[in-house]
């Protein structure tokens, strides 16, 4: 899943001389003054497959001369690559970049990477999106140098399936003295909403700064001059009028202007709602016997003093007509106020939610959601108020395997214990085959068949309606695949959100799914889809600790604020059995090392797995242009050791089921034991403990007291001690 990425990291990453930074910029060259023939001095390019960009430099009126790529056509990638900067691990650099686009499919991008003693890229982030047409607009961003850095260097560059042009200049890279915060946005008593910031000096600082913040869709910049007079420490704050949620964009400079520091905050609306069982897509799922009841609840974010005297309204309206059909009102006793509106009497369809906290009958702020009732068809596949899949008003635990596996192959994943495909074909009829067969053997099947639309709506809408039409119907459907890490191939969100928009639109009956694989952007993400897939892989040609995998999924927890179900993807391949491959980027799990990352993810609370991947690469054919990748086989027959610990943890998955689907779920970690207490109604507690280290672990009193081990079978009583890349599943007794 990977693949492409590293290949470009790799060869960017070996592509640039360092040179000396000039003073402040750390960018030879950023301005680009200085050209040799058509091409800047000291910058490269790389081409990512496919067809080259045109890359020339480009007279720009007052500018003078600036960076042009232009994409011909869909499978055109590549990036203009900056020269090298030194860079020293935890310190902070503040990156900007003039950018302007003429784009009419995808999406452009500014990146940053960097690159260890190994000659290695690694850490790669994007600063910045473009999409449509824009015009000249200087772009900026914060980073923090990741640790085991020795240099970096900044792209420029289009996304899988973009046409159009991009231009760049003034690229600038400087020491970042300053970390920016949002410390409060909430209610105030006195004052209404405030957004409260804190500066915090991490180096040398002028004797005067400029804050300047600028909130999305206002034009009005809030701007304040502060005087350091050797502080460490800034508190600032704004009044707004606004209630909703607000993107920030905090920039601080030098009295000479030049950028200190910039970075993109998120304040919460005044009002979240929390829907419970009507979370999924503001859906309530209702049978004829159950009670047609919205039991949902609102969180202000408000100071204690600013509630007094409020109260909380909420009324369901059909679209067509302002008297409501049933409301609810409370009285605001504290930040977390609970309504109930009783549905019995209002039929299945779709309505307006509307919420409104009122002081003395006038609004203080109001939010309006769009609301539904209706009832699970046989298929339908939706996501519980517990974080759950249910499939035709049944909980369902997703355990499948990613790749191009063929329809002959799938009975042999059936065999394994697995019950989901998560296919790459995109090619309708093929799918349709491959559906067919997965039905035939019990399978389920995550379709990419969407995936080629990325970054083509609206011009595409009604080609992709066609083929969402053609397959949604189907029973082996599970859901719909958007796209394979956006976050690492520059596409930007509101690309994938306008994607899952139109297929949930086309299809209301099955979930979304996004695998994401850059960390620090995870949040960028959430919400862009209706599952959020990670895959963490550890095992690269400098191997790193297994606890990437809980990290990363702690990391997803936090970015999604628990909303949203974390599906795991744990390394199941490598690249040391592909002969002629240029580098080792990745080393192939023992049987051990998976099951303990497996049940690392299912620990901290994954609510799916889907290894990566069921075909196996055995050759690179660097002479063979596009995909150089030869397929060898397949798991069971290529990699039977590791074949057999993934059925192993699959029929084990299956043995626990009810316990990983229940509602009470406590996930912890006690020294070097990762685990988690699983609850289910009616049932025995489980707890599942991994020990993820190289080292043996000792197993608190407290977890072993009153358990007795169910997995490994006949292990009786909880040792002492788990041994390295240990697992344990036990039960309590009795």
């Keep these: 899943m990977r693949l492409l990425a590293y290949a470009i990291a790799w060869i960017c990453a070996a592509s640039f001389c360092l040179a000396a930074p000039q003073p402040g910029n750390r960018i030879q060259n950023g301005g680009i003054t200085e050209v040799e023939g058509d091409k800047p001095a000291q910058w490269g390019t790389y081409v990512a497959g496919g067809d080259a960009p045109l890359f020339t430099v480009e007279e720009a009126g007052a500018r003078e001369k600036v960076l042009r790529l232009e994409a011909t056509h869909e499978k055109t990638r590549g990036f203009w690559v900056s020269p090298g900067f030194p860079v020293t691990p935890g310190e902070r650099l503040t990156v900007s ?49 990741p640790a085991g850095a020795k240099s970096g260097y900044l792209t420029l560059g289009v996304g899988p399936g973009t046409t159009g042009t991009i231009w760049g ?13 949002l410390k409060e946005s909430g209610l105030k008593a006195a004052e209404g909403r405030v957004l409260g910031f804190s500066l915090e000096a991490t180096g040398d600082l002028p004797e005067k700064i400029r804050v300047e913040l600028r909130l999305d869709g206002a ?95 909420a009324a369901l309206l059909a679209p067509d007509n302002a008297t409501p ?103 309708p009829e093929a799918l349709r085959k491959l559906l067919d067969k997965a039905q035939e053997v019990g399978l389920r099947v995550m379709v990419s068949a969407a995936v080629p639309f990325a970054g083509k709506l609206p011009a595409e809408r009604e080609k992709l309606r066609e083929v969402v039409l053609g397959l949604k119907d189907h029973p082996a459907l599970l ?31 099955h979930p979304t799914w996004v695998v994401f694989d850059k960390p620090d952007a995870f949040h960028r993400y959430a919400g862009v889809s209706d599952l959020f897939m990670i895959d963490p892989y550890p095992l690269l040609a400098t191997r790193q600790p297994l606890t990437k995998v809980s990290d990363w999924m702690e990391t997803a927890h936090a970015a999604v604020k628990r909303r949203q179900p974390v599906i795991a993807v744990p390394q199941a391949f490598g690249w040391d059995v592909v002969a002629n491959v240029p580098k080792v980027s990745y080393q192939t799990p023992t049987p051990e090392e998976y099951r303990a990352m497996a049940y690392l993810a299912l620990a901290h609370d994954a609510r799916g797995l889907a290894p990566y991947c069921y075909h196996v690469y055995t050759e690179y054919d ?30 084990e998955v299956n043995a626990l089921a009810s316990a990983l689907l229940c509602a009470d779920r406590q996930p912890f970690v006690e020294g070097a034991i990762h685990g988690i207490r699983l609850r289910p109604a009616g049932g025995k507690e489980t707890v599942i403990l991994v020990n993820p280290g190289e080292e043996p672990a000792p197993i608190p009193a407290g977890l072993r007291r009153k ?28």
């Design 97 to 145: 970049a003039a950018m302007r686009s003429a784009l009419t499919k995808g999406s452009a991008m500014l990146s940053i990477g960097f690159r260890g003693g190994d000659g290695l890229a690694f850490g790669i982030r994007d600063l910045a999106h473009l999409t449509g047409t824009a015009e000249w607009e200087t772009r900026a961003q914060s980073v923090e140098v």
């Design 219 to 313: 034009g009005k910049l809030e701007e304040r001059v502060l005087e350091t007079a050797g502080k460490r420490r800034f508190d600032i704050a704004f009044r707004t009028d606004r209630v909703d949620a607000i993107q920030i964009a905090a920039h601080v400079f030098s009295p000479e202007g030049l950028l200190l520091a910039a970075d993109t905050l998120e304040a919460p609306p005044v009002m979240e709602a929390s829907l419970g069982k009507a979370s999924y897509r503001n859906t309530l799922f209702v049978t004829k016997e159950s009670p047609r009841v919205l039991e949902a609840s609102v969180t202000l974010h408000a100071e204690p003093a600013a509630l007094r005297g409020l109260a909380l309204r």
């Design 707 to 734: 358990m007795r081990v169910i997995i490994p079978e006949g292990a009786g009583a909880p040792p002492e001690t788990l041994q390295r890349y240990g697992v344990l599943v036990m039960e309590r007794a009795g």
């Design 325 to 427: 059909l049933a409301t609810h009102e409370a009285r605001v006793t504290g930040n977390r106020v609970p309504f109930r509106l009783e549905l019995s009497r209002v039929p299945n369809g779709r309505y307006q939610l509307q919420l409104a906290l009122v002081s003395g009958g006038k609004p203080v702020a109001q939010a309006e959601l769009p609301f539904a009732i209706r009832e699970d068809g046989p298929n339908t596949v939706r996501i519980d108020e517990h974080l759950n899949l249910v499939i035709g008003g049944k909980p369902f635990f997703p355990h499948g395997v990613y790749g191009g596996a063929p329809p002959e192959q799938l009975p042999n994943i059936k065999a394994g214990g697995f019950n989901t495909l998560f296919a790459y074909d995109s090619n």
């Design 622 to 651: 660097a002479s063979k242009k596009g995909w150089p990748w030869k397929l060898g086989g397949y798991l069971p027959d290529k990699q039977p050791a590791l074949w057999g610990s993934m059925t192993a943890v699959a029929r």
């Design 169 to 181: 200049d003034d690229f600038a890279v400087v020491a970042c003295p300053l970390r920016i915060s």
């Design 479 to 509: 859901g719909w695949y958007l796209y394979d890490e956006p976050d690492g191939q520059g596409i930007a969100p509101s690309i994938i959100r306008d994607l899952h928009e139109a297929v949930s639109e086309f299809d209301p009956d």
